[in-house]
């Protein structure tokens, strides 16, 4: 049964941010006591066809590097309008993956750009190469005073990439690596059996849609531990557990 998909619309600069987005960056706001300037990519964000087979497998790459160009496009255009700003970059699923690719683009096209991103969080990212320099964890939680609590990756999913990385696993030009510029300011979270981003036999899409706000708080948490100055210069304490 195929289910007919529509564009988004779009009535104001935030729409598009995304549930998981908001929550990042609310509790990143409140751990750093400071507002910042929320800026939401509009692109396609089509269904991925196996979910929803109306959408095409040429559209629903489309769909990522539409992701992909918004991105650059309004990185470029706000570092026109205020030559001083900084970026923070936060995705979920294939948000997460349209980021990494631009990310990966501007090392080749626009270093000087890219040294203007100070931290990344993403959730979920389909393109999660084997042995990534990022920090990652399958869970992550907040306490105060400055308390974090990380969760190791199991054994296999430690062994395991994204599922658009595993699918490119021979063309470099398309898959591969954080950049070095931001892959140590870069802060992820991928669970246990999801297949999205930790892809091998007996994952599963299930284990994609449900991450906690406690999840969601650990890793802004992470994030503002990562960034220059504020919580970033003060001392945390990182739990690790099995």
């Known amino acids: 049964m195929f289910f007919p998909w529509t564009m988004p619309e779009f009535t104001g600069a935030a729409d598009g941010f995304g549930s998981y987005n908001t929550s990042i960056v609310d509790s990143f706001e409140e751990i750093e006591g400071v507002a910042v300037k929320r800026i939401a990519i509009q692109y396609q964000a089509l269904a991925v066809p196996v979910v929803n087979p109306a959408v095409l497998p040429g559209e629903y790459n489309g769909s990522i590097y539409d992701g992909v160009d918004k991105l650059i496009a309004r990185m470029e255009r706000e570092s026109i309008d205020c030559p001083t700003e900084k970026f923070v970059v936060v995705g ?81 030009d398309v898959a591969g690596p954080l950049p070095d510029a931001v892959a140590t300011s870069t802060v992820s979270l991928c669970h246990n059996r999801d297949l999205v981003c930790s892809a091998f036999v007996g994952a599963s899409v299930g284990q994609h849609t449900n991450y906690t706000e406690s999840e969601l708080q650990g890793l802004a948490a992470l994030l503002a531990r990562t960034v220059p100055g504020g919580s970033g210069s003060i001392s945390w304490t990182l739990s690790i557990h099995p």
């Open 92 to 172: 979920y699923s294939q948000g997460a993956l349209a980021a990494h690719l631009a990310l990966r683009i501007l090392a080749r096209t626009d270093p000087q750009l890219l040294e203007r991103v100070e931290g990344v969080a993403f959730v979920a990212d389909p393109g999660r190469q084997f042995n990534p320099a990022e920090d990652w964890w399958r869970s992550a939680s907040y306490e105060s005073p400055r308390t974090i609590h990380l969760y190791a990756p199991g054994v296999v999913e430690s062994l395991s990439a994204g599922v658009w990385s595993a699918a490119n696993l021979f063309n470099g």
